[in-house]
């Protein structure tokens, strides 16, 4: 039996780790957005365990990406095609994110609001999940979506733009908001490193002719 053709393609290994990446990057992002709204409490530490987490969920997507390079199985010609068009669609998706966060900010900024930012940008990029969802196969990216839409509405019902913490100001749309999309999507990016381990494990085992779990 050719394990060639039936085992798991590296490139689908090598999908799931671009995930991981892209979550480490925004996740690492929004975790600044957050510490700047806590307007210098504890914004040194809080950056550099920011930066920590997300080097290593870089380091552990790119760890998948060089495993995923020595299987044997790196993808058949329908394999690639269908991974090209998934791309293609990706970065409309993502294109499309981008367009609606650039009109949200010029209105947040022409009707003097600009304190929503941050939340309608995480609604935004909640609702860019829904169609991920479906075009990766990742049903994880819908609790994702609506974790993202629902943290600022939560804390606008919740909280007043700024608040008072031991005599000291922050600005709590924008440490709330910015701190918790970064927990979402480093959990997210955890989330789907372990899935891309899993599909790795199951592609050598299947490689070796071993039963996977064995």
């Not at 780790?17 to 957050?34: E, K, P, R």
């Not at 969802?133 to 993202?148: I, S």
């Amino acid at each position: 039996m050719d394990n060639s053709t039936s085992s798991i393609p590296g490139a689908a290994i090598r999908g799931t780790a671009s995930g991981v990446i892209f979550m480490a990057f925004f996740g690492t992002f929004w975790a600044y957005t957050g510490v700047m709204g806590l307007q210098g409490w504890g914004t040194a530490l809080l950056l550099i365990i920011a930066v920590a987490i997300g080097l290593v969920l870089f380091l552990s997507a790119a760890s998948l990406i060089r495993a995923s390079r020595k299987l044997a199985n790196q993808g058949s010609k329908s394999d690639l095609r269908v991974s090209k068009m998934k791309g293609k669609k990706f970065y409309f998706i993502f294109a499309g994110e981008g367009v609606a966060i650039y009109i949200a900010v010029l209105l947040c900024n022409s009707l003097g609001r600009p304190e929503l930012i941050p939340g309608i940008i995480a609604i935004i990029v909640g609702i860019h999940f829904f169609p991920l969802a479906p075009l990766f196969q990742v049903r994880l990216y819908y609790v994702t979506g609506a974790l993202l839409c629902l943290l600022p509405i939560v804390t606008w019902l919740s909280f007043s733009q700024k608040v008072i913490i031991d005599g000291h100001e922050v600005v709590a749309y924008m440490a709330i908001i910015g701190l918790g999309s970064a927990l979402i999507l480093w959990a997210t990016g955890l989330a789907v490193w372990l899935q891309g381990k899993s599909l790795l494990s199951a592609a050598a085992a299947q490689q070796s002719g071993k039963p996977v779990g064995a």
